[in-house]
């Protein structure tokens, strides 16, 4: 099954940032003054490059996964925008960032 010329002609991206619970409020305001619609996962449980994300009452630090849909002609806009959050968040501490972000091309079927 193949891409219509229609879904080709209409790019989009599927940005999936995955972050410590504790940036969720600025993220969120981040989005929202981008106007974008977007589904979140809360309390997210994993290991990855900034350590464990165990989730537990006891251990905390929990992920938040979100996922948006952004059109190509405003992914450049929103790719400098989580670039300067990035950096200010680098520039508050010595250790890797607990915030990663994906752009995956993306089709809409229905």
């Not at 879904?7 to 106007?35: C, G, H, P």
């Not at 290991?47 to 630090?61: D, E, L, Q």
Request: overall charge neutral.
């Amino acid at each position: 099954m193949g891409i219509s010329a229609r879904e080709i002609k209409n790019q989009m991206y599927m940005v999936l940032l995955v972050f410590r619970t504790s940036l969720e409020d600025t993220v969120l305001e981040l989005l929202d003054a981008e106007q974008l619609h977007y589904t979140r996962l809360e309390r997210v449980r994993g290991k990855g490059a900034t350590g464990n994300a165990p989730g537990s009452v006891i251990f905390g630090g929990s992920n938040t996964i979100i996922w948006t849909i952004v059109p190509e002609e405003r992914l450049k806009d929103l790719h400098a925008k989580i670039d300067q959050f990035d950096a200010q968040l680098k520039a508050r501490t010595k250790v890797p960032s607990p915030f990663h972000v994906f752009a995956l091309p993306c089709a809409q079927w229905c």
